[in-house]
């Protein structure tokens, strides 16, 4: 499963115990694989100043997830044509071990060997400031994630209006890519070729009366070009001073004229505005082959990406760090406030082994830890028994220090 529970208990012998007990039962009765989650000691500060952090944290762990989903989201997006590698690039960095610094990891493994990053968020500082170093750097990655997402949402708009142009019918597509130079009569002061749509059943009739619908018509000149279900495109020319009387005749003969003029520069311009889109939404999630020099040697990267995908490979894993950190840090500031001072607690990480095992899981862990809090223990069995001074939904309540973490990114 992709599914964690983050727990902590007070660090006394009791609840040590107690810790045991329940990776005994969880372990024999396969429930979850737990590991210690460690998390360093903060400068706590006063326990008003935790109580306001507690707020904000709650509030920045929503808004790092949901942020971290629409990133996912975004991988998928631009990887429309190649949707079976979206994982491999919605990975974290390996962890700060030596071996581990430049190897991406699945997130799974990122949370269960998670150790905190002294270096980027250096637990010596106040908490208040460790807080707001996160809550700058997702803000920051997502107002870089709008305005890039925006950019390319914009370039994946105009090449599908695009697109719908050549998709039309032979009344509405674009005609840049059908017609040829060599299809008109140009650069005449008297002649004018025109472009005519005619039914299928009526391409007989269109042979025989064309030449006659009006004046100054020139025999043999029409041509079939491109067909679609329902009708083809024929070239006539005539003069340009009957061009309306044409019109005219045609309409009554159920004949479309179409209002297109021979603009070679335009249909250049058509051409190769389509071809730029093209190229540049390839280019935002295209692989290439480069050669990069590490120490002496040179190398192949064989998974340098387009500019979107590359940037979204490279702040996906940042934003995910960050959110496991704001999670640490949640485990940390309401262990103080529900366990008091000094700080003394043990956070453990609990991996449910299936979606069918976790009622009973709960079960063992609000045995286990009963005593903490023998009132919300008893509120979990009674939905109708409420906590004092606690503003909390029962259900999201429980004896010991809970926080969920789910990896289903993209569900």
Not at 44 to 72: H, N, P, Y
Not at 122 to 144: G, R, Y
Not at 339 to 346: I, K
Request: proline share 3%; net charge neutral.
């Amino acid at each position: 499963m992709s599914e964690f529970w983050l727990i902590s208990a007070p660090g006394d012998q009791e609840n040590l115990q107690a810790l045991e007990r329940m990776n005994t039962v969880t372990s024999k009765s396969n429930l979850s694989y737990n590991t210690k989650f460690s998390i360093p000691d903060f400068k706590v500060g006063t326990l008003d100043s935790l109580v306001g952090l507690s707020d904000e944290l709650g509030k920045l762990d929503t808004f790092a997830e949901s942020l971290i989903k629409r990133m996912a989201q975004s991988v998928v997006e631009v990887m429309e044509d190649a949707k079976g590698k979206v994982p491999e690039n919605l990975l974290a960095n390996g962890g700060l071990k030596e071996k581990m610094k430049y190897l991406k990891i699945d997130l799974t493994s990122f949370v269960t060997h998670f150790e905190w990053d002294m270096a980027k968020y250096p637990a010596k500082q106040p908490l208040v400031s460790v807080v707001d170093t996160l809550a700058k750097q997702l803000a920051q990655i997502e107002t870089d994630l709008k305005s890039r997402t925006a950019a390319y949402n914009t370039l994946k708009t105009n090449l599908e209006n695009l697109e719908k142009k050549s998709m039309g019918n032979l009344f509405t597509r674009t005609l840049s890519d059908i017609v040829s130079k060599e299809d008109f009569v140009l650069d005449s002061e008297y002649l004018i070729t025109l472009l005519v749509i005619v039914p299928k059943p009526s391409y007989t009739q269109w042979q025989k009366t064309y030449e006659s619908l009006s004046d100054m018509v020139v025999p043999r000149s029409t041509k079939l070009i491109a067909e679609d279900n329902e009708g083809g495109l024929f070239t006539v020319t005539l003069f340009r001073k009957v061009i309306e009387d044409f019109k005219t005749k045609a309409k009554e003969n159920k004949f479309t004229v179409r209002e297109f003029y021979y603009d070679e520069k335009e249909i250049k311009r058509e051409r190769e505005e389509m071809s730029r889109l093209l190229s540049d939404k390839k280019q935002q999630y295209q692989t290439s082959c480069v050669a990069l020099k590490k120490g002496s040697s040179t190398f192949l990267d064989h998974k340098v990406k387009g500019p979107l995908l590359r940037w979204l490979k490279v702040n996906f894993s940042e934003a995910f760090i960050a959110w496991i950190h704001l999670k640490a840090l949640r485990v940390f500031v309401e262990s103080v406030l529900r366990y008091g001072l000094p700080v003394n607690f043990q956070a453990v990480l609990l991996q449910p082994h299936k979606k069918s095992s976790t009622k009973r899981l709960r079960e063992v862990l609000n045995s286990v830890f009963r005593h903490l809090d023998q009132v919300a223990a008893a509120s979990i069995l009674d939905a109708s028994v409420e906590i004092p001074g606690l503003q909390l939904n029962n259900q999201d309540y429980f004896p010991y220090v809970y926080f969920h973490i789910d990896l289903s990114l993209l569900d």
